[in-house]
């Protein structure tokens, strides 16, 4: 998908200003329109406003106030639909959707940031992606897809592992910075 220039994006303070990482999202997704979206972390609703300008019937959910305020408010500037919710991960979600996308909070502590939701992944960087991986898959239908970033600044092995227990990899691409390089991925589940 291509990064649409023409969106009106106001990010509050302390919310995740939309980054390199999330226009490596946007660019992995692949999305006719009539899908039904979740994003966890919507930050600022950047990947949720593309996802709606689709046609998209997209849930947007963060774990910050602040977060589901600003995505509210940049879809009631650019008139798009989004139905945005408070929620940590999947807690209070029941329904299932064709797509789930994540851009995850993926740095380890030992980067020696300050702590904070937007980029802290626990003591090596994995703890939110792995438990968003044994979670997410109980929440996409038959035939869904998962778009997720990950960093090699946290055990590629383990999120690879992770992975392939129960995710098919269906695209994967990447960027390289000075410190880091950044993986998209789309998956499928392996058993329907």
């Given amino acids: 998908m291509e990064i649409l220039s023409d969106l009106e994006i106001e990010v509050y303070d302390s919310v ?10 946007i660019e992995l997704l692949e999305l006719n329109g009539n899908e039904r979206v979740l994003e966890i ?22 774990i910050s106030k602040k ?3 600003n995505t509210l408010s940049n879809a009631d500037k650019n008139d798009l639909e989004i139905e945005v ?12 959707w064709d ?3 994540f851009n995850p909070p993926y740095l380890p502590e030992e980067m020696d940031l300050p702590p904070d939701v937007r980029w802290d992944g626990g003591k090596s960087g994995d703890e939110t992606i792995l438990y968003f991986l044994s979670e997410a898959y109980n929440y996409l239908k038959n035939g869904g897809e998962i778009y997720m970033i990950y960093s090699d600044r946290a055990p590629l092995e383990k ?19 000075s410190f880091e390089t950044i993986y998209a991925v789309k998956l499928s589940t392996k058993f329907y």
Avoid at 16 to 25: A, G, I, K, W
Avoid at 46 to 60: E, I, Q, Y
Avoid at 85 to 96: A, C, E, N, V
Avoid at 159 to 177: A, C, G, H, P, Q
Wanted: glycine share 8%; aromatic share 8%.
């Fill in 85 to 96: 919710k408070t929620s940590d991960m999947f807690s209070g979600l029941s329904d299932r």
């Fill in 16 to 25: 995740y200003v939309p980054s390199h990482d999330t226009f490596l999202l």
């Fill in 159 to 177: 999120i690879n592992n992770k992975i392939d227990e129960r995710y098919v990899v269906l695209k994967k691409i990447s960027e390289t910075f």
């Fill in 67 to 69: 977060a589901v305020e």
């Fill in 41 to 62: 972390g919507c930050g600022s609703g950047f990947v949720s406003l593309h996802c709606a300008s689709k046609g998209c019937r997209t849930t947007a959910v963060d």
């Fill in 99 to 101: 797509v789930i996308i």
